[in-house]
């Protein structure tokens, strides 16, 4: 064990020197002095350990997941597919029921119809269920269950698509460092260090922004750029390039300032601005003028709002994705004309409801149909137009075959582009749901250059879409997102094989390529399988997390404290040599833990805690052991290495037991059980390697010192 000690050395300086390089970026980040570094230190160790929700603050939610919901969406699927396969394929016309979680019934109107229930037909449910109660097929009903393996992965799936789902979202939000994972049926998500009232501020300021370009633009301005603070996040910077911004904005908010704040219900209710005298460290910009939230706003912002309201929103969307054939063509009336057009004659729309009627252009394809007389509604809100629908008389609405659907569109009024919302005639079914596509991206046109949109679609999605669009060739398909028709392109040709091209028209106020990325998003975005039920929320300030860390810091100096006094009183050398091996072992864990780019929670300081205590039980487990030698006439460098042999054993099988309760910990265990488990780990690692292998070293370079023949322990 004594061969090699300068090579040993090496290589433990040079682990002490990596650790080093490795935490210190992690605790700069955590003090705030992280840009203070050398660049080519964080860039090269750019892992880092990051502070729990108890220590800094943040939100802690858990949700269940609806699975069952997903389990009777998933057979309502396969009952289309069934009903649209004996159609096509049989020209039989079934009824299927769905009874429960996991059965459907499959009714033929003639018992004899039951023999072209074959696998060409049956393949789509197969694969799932299984033919139960076959004596009820002579009636002409056949029953199907989905087994309970099958439930099972089902429901599994559910939970793990949720999942990846609402990370999505979350860090499409750009939201720092969220911690997400599943628990049983659960989805458990923190996010550290979301402030709810910095959430809100910048929501305000954001809104307040959209308000304020078109009334600039108004007053003059050929160019307003707005950009926001990086101090203040109820703050934001205007140039008005070419103009003198303070001129202008006293020229359009006339009669709207209070001194040197903006108080007009223009750019929100309850929102004011504050003009901010300017910088006297920044280079004279007449151009630019930077503005603020005034106190007094912000205090209506907050007193307003519920906390995380808008993430919350976000996280808890259901985001159901759908393909549906628009139906312009549908008769209605009296007259057999447009349904919208129908409605402005018979009366229905009457000024003073907020409501336009608009006939808009003809579209259509020479390769198929031409659609004529088409009409729409347009209002400033949504609820406006379903307030209309819903109170119509009976005679006055659809048939069960189609609904009214509502979309935002962008229209130029008064030589402005505004966000109004529009009708559309969709049919009731979807053709194509979220489910079906795999992939979707902007990518140019080869022959005019123009972006597009790209999808994937799965087997039985290519299937069905291909079927869509050769049956209707020159009309609209809407696709639509919750409810809400987010584009609706013109079908050009038969489009086959699952790879879609979908053409998009440059809209008031939007280039090409912006609506094809938005486009993009919403098809990306994905749907949720099942409803997210709110089960458990908690929000944790910044000051408690503050405190948490005080906490935790000082009973960890008063732990390590105790632990030096004692092993430097009792063990002498030996005992510093343990001390230093603790110190050490501290590092090697938060290394580790950047390494991994753990989460240190309040639980986990315990653990480290806990750690030093282990650690040092090992070297007092090593130093009894050499001390019993050296009593029974062992010379000291004989006790030194039959005392590191025999009390290894010992150390290696303590550790090992408190290693399995940490993996037990770590696997049935959430939140801050968790973040303990994983310290405990990784610090009874370490622990093993500084008591066994760091303080060895130095008691191999005292033993090859010449006349060494007493050790100090």
Known sequence: MRKFLKTKALLLLLMISTAVMMVVPSIAQILGTDKELPGWLTSTFDNRFKLGLD????????????????????????????????????????????????????????????ATAEDDVMGVALTDMERVDTQDEASGVIHLKMSDTRIGEHRSHAVAQALETVRRRIDAMGIAEPNIYPKNRQIVIELPGLSDTTTEIKAARRDAEDRLRPLLQQGGAEQVILADSDEDPGAFRITLTGKVARDLLGRVFAGKMIEQTIVDDRLGSGVELEILPDDPGR??????????????????????????????????????????????????????????????????????????????????????????????????DRKTLEDFFNQLPAKWRLPASHLVAYGPDSVVIRGEPTRVWRTYIVKSRAEVTGESILAANVSPDPQTGLPGVDLKLDRLGADRFEQMSGDNIGRRMAIMLDDAVMSDPVFNDRIPGGNVRITVGETPGQSVRDTANDLVKV???????????????????????????????????????????????????????????????????????????????????????????????????????????????????????????????????????????????????????????????????????????????????????????????
């Not at 289309?80 to 020209?91: I, N, Q």
């Open 283 to 380: 280079p004279a910009a007449p151009d630019t003028v930077e503005v603020k939230l005034s106190e007094r706003s912000r205090d209506n912002i907050l007193e307003g709002s519920s906390d995380f309201r808008r993430l919350l929103k976000v996280v808890e969307r259901a985001a159901v994705l759908e393909m549906r054939m628009v139906d312009d063509e549908l008769p209605f009336g009296p007259n057999q004309s447009n349904y919208f057009q129908a409605l402005l004659e018979s009366g229905q729309v009457r000024p003073g409801m907020g409501i336009s009627v608009n006939k808009l252009a003809n579209y259509g394809s020479p390769k198929g149909h031409n659609v004529e007389n088409v009409w729409a509604f347009y209002a400033k």
């Open 523 to 713: 098809l990306k975005s994905g749907s949720l399988p099942a409803r997210l039920v709110k089960e458990f929320e908690i929000r944790v300030g910044a000051d408690l997390g503050k405190d948490a860390v005080e906490s935790g810091f000082w009973a960890f100096v008063v732990g390590l404290g105790a632990v030096v006094a004692f092993m430097a009183i009792y063990y002498r050398v030996s005992g510093l040599i343990a001390v230093f091996a603790l110190v050490l072992n501290v590092l090697l864990i938060l290394a580790a833990m950047a390494f991994f780019q753990a989460t240190l929670t309040l639980p986990g300081i315990a653990g480290i805690v806990l750690t030093l205590g282990m650690a040092v039980d090992a070297n007092v487990i090593i130093y009894e052991r050499i001390r019993e030698l050296v009593r029974e006439g062992y010379t000291a460098r004989a006790a030194i290495e039959a005392g590191y042999d025999r009390a290894f054993t010992t150390i290696l099988d303590s550790q090992l037991t408190t290693a399995i309760a940490g993996v037990v910990l770590w696997q049935y265990g959430s939140g801050p059980i968790r973040g303990f488990a994983i310290t405990l780990l990784i610090g009874i690692a370490t622990s093993i390697f500084t008591a066994v292998f760091c303080t060895r070293l130095f008691f191999d370079f005292q033993a090859n010192r010449r006349g060494f023949d007493r050790v100090s322990i």
């Open 55 to 114: 220590l800094q603050g943040g939100l802690h939610l858990e949700y269940s997941v609806a699975v069952d919901e997903a389990l009777e969406n998933k057979l309502d699927q396969i009952a289309a597919e069934l009903e649209a396969g004996f159609k096509e394929k049989k020209g039989v016309t079934v009824d299927i029921e769905r009874q429960g979680i996991d059965r459907l019934d499959i009714k033929f109107a003639d018992p004899a119809q039951v």
